[in-house]
Nanobody, 114 residues
Framework: VQLQASGGGLVQPGGSLRLSCAAS????????IGWYRQVPGKQRELVAS???????YSVDSVKGRFTISRDNAKNTVYLQMNSLKPEDTAVYYC?????????WGQGTQVTVSS
């Protein structure tokens, strides 16, 4: 596995979590990185992305709540998630952006529930 997501867990609505994506140096330095999420029965969707020059993008449903960032020294991309809602419950994955089939890891479960 060349990209490993971690940091998920159970949190109450309104709470926060920070996800981490550790990538191999070659992937990190050569690609934009994206955070994706998937709920059972639905397609995996892009949540946010960040280019090698730290230009960011996030989908409308998380704008103002989620922040993507990268630490080039650590080959790590973060997703800071604030004001979490039950509809944010999903398995979160990181991958290159656009995603590469052979880069998918196991993901990390985020559950937002009271």
């Amino acid at each position: 596995v060349q990209l490993q997501a971690s940091g998920g867990g159970l949190v109450q609505p309104g709470g926060s979590l920070r996800l981490s994506c550790a990538a191999s140096g070659s992937i990190f330095s050569s690609n934009a990185i994206g955070w994706y999420r998937q709920v059972p029965g639905k397609q995996r969707e892009l949540v946010a992305s960040i280019t090698r020059r730290s230009i960011t993008y996030s989908v409308d449903s998380v704008k103002g709540r989620f922040t993507i960032s990268r630490d080039n020294a650590k080959n790590t991309v973060y997703l800071q998630m604030n004001s979490l809602k039950p509809e944010d419950t999903a398995v979160y994955y990181c991958n290159a952006y656009p995603p590469q089939h052979n880069y998918w890891g196991q993901g990390t479960q985020v559950t937002v529930s009271s």
